[in-house]
Structure formats: C-alpha cells, structure tokens
C-alpha cells in the first residue's frame, strides 16, 4: 500500500466542512442506534417480566384447581355425612315417638281400669 494521499490519486479531498457533516451525521445515526438498541433491551426485559408473571399465573391456576378439586371431594363428603346423619336423627325421633306414644298409651289404659 502506498502512503499518497487521495489528492494524489486524482480524488478531490473532501473540504472539511463536509467531513464534520459526516461526522455529525455518523454520531446521530450511532445515537440513534444505541437509543435503539436500549428500547430493545426494555422490550425484551419487559417480554421476560410478561413471560414470568404468565408462569406464575398459570402455577397459581394449577394450585387453586388442585384445591378446587380437593374441596369439591370435601363438600361431597361432608354432603353424605350430613344424610346420613340426618336419616339417623330422623330414625332416632321416630324411636322417640314410639317409645312417647306407647308409654302415653300406657298410661290412658291404666286411667281407664
């Protein structure tokens, strides 16, 4: 390579009032590019807060389906119990009843003689 100048090639030297407009031009585009670049970072930062709070939701759904499905077996439990508990109650008045009715028969028969 030769150490000539581009003037001595026959190529007119750029004034210098073109190259401080390129330049200035080269540091609004690199301005720009960075500013570019940063708003990227943001979004992709953004994307993988949205990405985490969507996991999250989904193991939050996951965990109240599990208790959705554990109270239902639960209330149906309970559902059962309370029949029979009630068939129970409802066997014991009518043992109740009886036993009332008998003794209150009892007693009008032995009035009566």
Do not use: C, F, W
């Amino acid at each position: 390579m030769n150490d000539h100048s581009a003037s001595h090639l026959g190529i007119p030297e750029p004034a210098s009032s073109e190259v401080d407009a390129a330049t200035r031009r080269l540091l609004v585009a690199l301005d720009a590019l960075e500013s570019a670049v940063e708003r990227r970072r943001d979004a992709d930062r953004n994307e993988n807060e949205l990405a985490s709070r969507i996991q999250a939701l989904g193991a939050d759904r996951s965990r109240l389906a599990d208790e959705l499905d554990g109270s239902l077996v639960k209330s149906r439990r309970l559902e059962r119990a309370n029949r029979e508990i009630a068939e129970r109650l409802d066997a014991a008045i009518g043992t109740i009843r009886a036993v009332l009715d008998e003794g209150a028969a009892l007693d009008e028969g032995e009035e009566d003689s």
